[in-house]
């Protein structure tokens, strides 16, 4: 989908990303745009190699004579997808309509622009933009048309990164031909810092068992849903710190509140949408006594206020929709019993940050997003969780809260392998070349850091032996959330930065 805004410079890099922007490529459905590289690549007289788990390396040598080795440069073509509900443009992620904005950001709206056609803003205001890792997919395939490459490069694009690195983990170096012992990652999302450390992550799943029954509701009863929605979401690692509602969380709030007016029966449950973000809406059926439903909606108003007061300086205004209707003369619902559990279960798993690092306290050690859940007739309830650390120990403390909470329910558990933490190594060549790069051209020293979200580093550096890596890239804000947007003066001074670092990596 091409902008209707001016093409903005370097121009090779935006033109290839609005051509991204096109292709559907949710996780685990990449392949139109794996497929969309390699044809490029072949155009360009390229080799690209495949390995099973779909991955692509594309080879490309240097424009001059050098004994320097590859340097890889590694982003994953996935995108988490995420689309406002009745959007007025259809506009709709997973099948690539995507539609932008160009402008400044809109103080009093979150998730849109002031329109501005010299703006130095891009984003999607119903959808993501996908800019998260697509700016940095556009950047590689940029740099590799140069005329004056100073190394060679080996352009690794990997696959299913938000949904669970299995590209990474079924990454062959050997089928991709990878030989470099250097990589860039482009997958940082502000562009005066290099990552150099990440947390390691596994998603454990809460599966219930509910006895759900068509019954005929007794006495005089109303079905009731209840919504909260338009919160910020944004990543569950990067933006875990920001101390952001969560959606679910919320709901499940109200919902205790409610029960302690009256009892209720669940009739359903649908909150969040992907496991990497914070849910930004939320919404629950349940079948309450019609003379209780005046004092029902004052609970949820009175803390949804609460809430609104809560997170004031951290979140949008919290919305509540919350209705009632007749109860069909059949009905599927869980006993209030088993409702009051579910409720509890749900409210009890910890949400948010869990620990921070005792010897770096601005760092998180480790976190819980209760991205998703579905509970509904005729499956087990799910509650998907994201669990986050920077140690072993860390992740495997929560992990094993949210089993013996789960446990408490009658729940079982399906803790996932997971991915690695990347361990920072400030010794290392490449990051003294990235330094004194940044230093030389922008007069000032980068933040060298880590950060507490997954990134494939960890999982390459152990499939590639004396691997040296660093992340860097250009400034994205609310990257898996609706409204996601990046600037494009950063992604010049990114491109000009990488061109730099390759360049002195070429004089050794």
């Known amino acids: 989908m091409k902008p209707s805004f001016p093409i903005p410079e370097p121009s090779a890099v935006w033109e290839h990303f609005f051509d991204l922007v096109a292709i559907p490529r949710p996780s685990k459905n990449e392949g139109a745009a794996i497929d969309h590289i390699e044809k490029w690549a072949s155009k360009l007289g390229r080799t690209a190699k495949r390995d099973g788990a779909n991955n692509l390396c594309v080879h490309v040598p240097a424009a001059r004579k050098t004994t320097a080795s590859p340097v890889i440069l590694q982003c994953h073509v996935d995108i988490v997808s995420v689309t406002e509900e009745g959007n007025p443009l259809g506009a709709d992620a997973s099948n690539g309509k995507i539609p932008m904005e160009r402008g400044e950001v809109d103080p009093k709206r979150e998730k849109r622009l002031i329109p501005n ?6 984003n999607a205001p119903y959808t993501t ?7 940095g997919v556009a950047m590689m395939m940029a740099l590799a048309e140069k005329k004056d490459l100073p190394v060679p490069l080996e352009l690794l694009f990997t696959v299913d990164e938000e949904a669970g690195m299995t590209g990474a983990i079924g990454m062959n170096p050997s089928h991709l031909g990878i030989t470099g012992k250097l990589l860039l990652n482009i997958d940082t999302e502000e562009d005066d810092e290099i990552t150099i450390g990440s947390a390691g992550g596994r998603d454990v799943e809460v599966q219930w068992e509910g006895n759900w029954e068509p019954v005929s509701p007794q006495g005089d009863c109303c079905l009731v849903q209840l919504k909260i929605d338009e919160l910020k979401g944004g990543h569950s690692g990067i933006e875990i710190n920001q101390g952001r509602a969560n959606a679910n969380r919320l709901v499940a709030r109200i919902l205790h509140a409610i029960q302690s007016l009256s009892p209720i029966q669940l009739t359903d449950w649908n909150g969040g949408s992907r496991r990497n973000a914070i849910p930004d809406k939320s919404q629950a059926g349940f ?3 019609q003379s209780a439903f005046a004092a029902a909606k004052n609970a949820a108003e009175m803390q949804v206020e609460s809430f609104n007061r809560l997170y004031s300086q951290r979140d949008n205004p919290i919305h509540l929709h919350m209705e009632s209707s007749d109860v069909p003369p059949v009905h599927a619902m869980l006993s209030t019993a088993q409702s009051a559990l579910f409720v ?3 409210q009890s798993i910890p949400t948010g940050i869990c620990e921070m690092t005792p010897e770096l306290p601005v760092l998180v050690e480790s976190s819980c997003n209760m991205a998703i859940i579905e509970l509904g007739p005729n499956k087990p309830g799910r509650i998907v969780c994201s669990v986050r650390g920077t140690t072993p120990e860390a992740l495997s403390d929560v ?3 949210i089993v013996a909470i789960a446990g408490l329910a009658n729940a079982t558990t399906l803790i996932a392998d997971g991915y690695p933490g990347w361990k920072p190594h400030l010794d290392s060549p490449l990051l003294e070349a990235a330094v004194s790069s940044y230093e030389r051209l922008f007069g000032e020293t980068p933040k060298v850091h880590a950060v507490h979200a997954g990134l ?8 590639i032996p004396g691997l040296h890596a660093i992340s860097l890239g250009p400034t994205i804000k609310g990257n898996h959330a609706v409204g996601e947007r990046v600037s494009i003066s950063s992604v010049a001074k990114s491109y000009r930065y990488v061109e730099a670092i390759l360049e002195s990596l070429g004089e050794k």
């Open 117 to 122: 056609p010299t703006g130095d803003w891009i």
């Open 129 to 135: 933009l996908g800019a998260d890792n697509g700016i």
């Open 287 to 289: 079948v309450i006594p």
């Open 344 to 346: 509890r279960m749900a």
């Open 399 to 401: 992990s094993d809260t």
């Open 456 to 463: 494939e580093c960890g999982l390459l550096v152990e499939k």
